[in-house]
């Protein structure tokens, strides 16, 4: 087998997600390697926390990126806030929430599930109803923007009815962080993880994830030992903050240039500006699907911006359609996950992806390919 | 607080890792990043196996990088080879072996110390006689190159014993592999992990890892489930594996396209070129070291040719040695760990980093700094 250096192809990535990468991101992430306890580094992993707090809008001391993908930041929070035997309620209406359930598990706890049919939101009167129903519930799961459905939560609220019952919050934010408003502070979130390659236009790698004091106070008082030695906040901390850095694992050095140039491109646009992009585009986007006839899978409040989901129409082969827009268009479109496969396509409108052109090529394709 | 794009100094990276990172992986780096499901990004995996496979001298089907640094493949290793109540030999001779150790516990399993002094090889009669008295015990973990003490242990003759007595083996060869043989298949090692950031001259944040058939069947018949789902080999191969990939998390595409680079320069090298540079390269550090009157804390066969370690001379302030190269030559080494923090450097000559231009320079900066 001969192997050549790999030559990647260039594609528009409108699926649920990795987004296109700005340049400025990958031409940061080429420049030299320096060492994980170098001071330079330090002052940049020092930045990189003040940019993840602002646009987390919070005040959190403990906010950094977790050395691995979405799928690890949300097992570091399960991993932390979760101890064998506890009960914890886990709001599922789609494939994540399911993956958070399923987390819960492994690491001991015994999960109540609050559900909602796929490509619903989370309703917190039945949030309520559960909690109401299971007093000694500790903490409280659930998952913004549900990547598998397109199905946007009012977490917010769901926040407020978690903590009327004195429990503390795990939210995911992996595809709702950079797109559409994530108000970590104001909306008393206690636990909150995000991936590094949706609505910040930067690779798949790196899960930011910031714990409030509660959280913290919450973690440093477990009785037992956070079941993995990598995702276990208290050692982690001990190279992310403090006056003295003490090696914990190397960190990806290269990577987190990357997020650190995405998080600066974020301010640079303005938090609002850039969720006001999102919007504008998906609602020209929306109209367009309309005019050629496809119908979304997820309409009104809780639809999300940054991720249509399509219906796909009868009679119509949707692995055909993919391919064709993939092979003639380079343009990707993500398929249905779990109960959704084959009933839906989900296209992404995120972060550097997010722009008219990109939207009217792929109104184009897609108009061809049917 | 005003942050601009972060520009890292050219660093001469002499310390335990991360190595210097060849341009070629940089550049690789810094290409389009693509779906992780996509049928281009799909090849470009089943050649990174490929080279994996013939890097780590192995026919192991089950051979991929597991999506996080070194210190993640560790646990993977230990969580999916670990169940509640069993007994595991740990063979400690430094911090990693100490970290295997702690990993063990946080999964339930029972350890076993089997120890050395810092600085020194584990005695393979003295893992037989833990072995011959301790018949419960179900795996065997040990470092090949201990990277906090430069001490290289003869994993093979591990390997030997521990499978007399029917224990199945992980080894850690972070700091091994590419620098000085690893034999995967010759030598009978049944999980094998290793990291992107040493010998590789690749940045961290990936961890190879090896399973062969005799792991795979073992972890295919546990009664538990492995206590993290990210971490889980058996569903992570559903992505990794197979005629239908399917998606387990988001595969971290750029970190990934700069893994395959960097197999691909050793492969272009050859592996055992490789081998003898690092050797070539160590011998002339060495002699320099002797010339200027500086000893080293390891010698003999169990050094290693790509981790020298350097005993503080009495009364020289190791710190300001250290910051005296960084601060006039650039030049990063290593500070002491643990029990030999203050008392040793750690000077690594791994990978791209291994030349006579950095020996020279690095020579020169010590003389200077004494």
Same mark, same amino acid.
């Given at each position: 087998m001969k192997i050549n250096s790999f030559r990647p192809p260039d594609r528009i990535l409108m699926g649920p997600g990795p987004s296109n990468v700005h340049p400025r991101v990958l031409q940061a992430m080429a420049r030299p390697t320096i060492g994980h306890l170098d001071p330079e580094f330090i002052r940049m992993m020092d930045e990189l926390k003040v940019l993840l707090r602002d646009t987390f809008l919070t005040k959190n001391e403990v906010t950094f990126p977790i050395s691995g993908p979405g799928s690890l930041g949300m097992e570091a929070a399960v991993a932390n806030m979760v101890e064998p035997g506890m009960k914890v309620a886990v709001c599922v209406n789609g494939a994540f929430g399911g993956r958070i359930r399923e987390m819960v598990e492994r690491h001991g706890g015994i999960p109540v599930v609050v559900d909602a049919p796929w490509g619903q939101p989370i309703d917190p009167a039945k949030l309520e109803d559960t909690l109401s129903k299971n007093k000694d519930v500790k903490v409280v799961a659930f998952v913004?923007?549900? #990547?598998?459905?397109g199905a946007r939560s009012d977490i917010a609220a769901l926040s407020k009815v978690a903590h009327k019952y004195g429990c503390l919050t795990i939210a995911d934010t992996v595809t709702s962080f950079g797109g559409i408003p994530v108000k970590v502070d104001d909306w008393e979130l206690d636990v909150v993880y995000s991936g590094?390659?949706?609505?910040?236009s930067c690779p798949p790698g790196l899960s930011p994830i910031t714990f409030n004091d509660r959280a913290v106070d919450y973690v440093k008082k477990r009785? #037992?030992?956070?079941?993995s030695w990598f995702m276990d906040v208290s050692l982690i901390l001990s190279y992310w903050s403090g006056a003295k850095r003490t090696y914990h694992h190397t960190a990806p050095i290269n990577a987190l240039y990357g997020l650190h140039e995405a998080l600066l491109l974020v301010q640079e646009e303005g938090l609002d500006k850039a969720w006001a992009r999102h919007e504008k585009n998906a609602a020209m986007f929306r109209a367009g699907l309309e005019k050629i006839g496809l119908k979304s899978f997820v309409t009104g409040e809780s639809s999300l911006p940054e991720l249509a989901i399509v219906t796909v129409p009868d009679g119509v082969n949707e692995a055909a359609v993919r391919d064709h827009l993939l092979n003639k268009y380079n343009i990707e479109i993500g398929a249905g996950l779990g109960q959704l496969a084959g009933k839906i396509w989900r296209i992404g409108l995120m972060g550097?992806?997010?722009?008219e052109k990109n939207i009217k090529l792929c109104l184009k394709a897609l108009k061809d390919a049917l």
């Amino acid at each position: 087998m001969k192997i050549n250096s790999f030559r990647p192809p260039d594609r528009i990535l409108m699926g649920p997600g990795p987004s296109n990468v700005h340049p400025r991101v990958l031409q940061a992430m080429a420049r030299p390697t320096i060492g994980h306890l170098d001071p330079e580094f330090i002052r940049m992993m020092d930045e990189l926390k003040v940019l993840l707090r602002d646009t987390f809008l919070t005040k959190n001391e403990v906010t950094f990126p977790i050395s691995g993908p979405g799928s690890l930041g949300m097992e570091a929070a399960v991993a932390n806030m979760v101890e064998p035997g506890m009960k914890v309620a886990v709001c599922v209406n789609g494939a994540f929430g399911g993956r958070i359930r399923e987390m819960v598990e492994r690491h001991g706890g015994i999960p109540v599930v609050v559900d909602a049919p796929w490509g619903q939101p989370i309703d917190p009167a039945k949030l309520e109803d559960t909690l109401s129903k299971n007093k000694d519930v500790k903490v409280v799961a659930f998952v913004h923007a549900e #990547t598998s459905t397109g199905a946007r939560s009012d977490i917010a609220a769901l926040s407020k009815v978690a903590h009327k019952y004195g429990c503390l919050t795990i939210a995911d934010t992996v595809t709702s962080f950079g797109g559409i408003p994530v108000k970590v502070d104001d909306w008393e979130l206690d636990v909150v993880y995000s991936g590094s390659q949706k609505c910040l236009s930067c690779p798949p790698g790196l899960s930011p994830i910031t714990f409030n004091d509660r959280a913290v106070d919450y973690v440093k008082k477990r009785k #037992t030992k956070v079941s993995s030695w990598f995702m276990d906040v208290s050692l982690i901390l001990s190279y992310w903050s403090g006056a003295k850095r003490t090696y914990h694992h190397t960190a990806p050095i290269n990577a987190l240039y990357g997020l650190h140039e995405a998080l600066l491109l974020v301010q640079e646009e303005g938090l609002d500006k850039a969720w006001a992009r999102h919007e504008k585009n998906a609602a020209m986007f929306r109209a367009g699907l309309e005019k050629i006839g496809l119908k979304s899978f997820v309409t009104g409040e809780s639809s999300l911006p940054e991720l249509a989901i399509v219906t796909v129409p009868d009679g119509v082969n949707e692995a055909a359609v993919r391919d064709h827009l993939l092979n003639k268009y380079n343009i990707e479109i993500g398929a249905g996950l779990g109960q959704l496969a084959g009933k839906i396509w989900r296209i992404g409108l995120m972060g550097y992806t997010s722009n008219e052109k990109n939207i009217k090529l792929c109104l184009k394709a897609l108009k061809d390919a049917l």
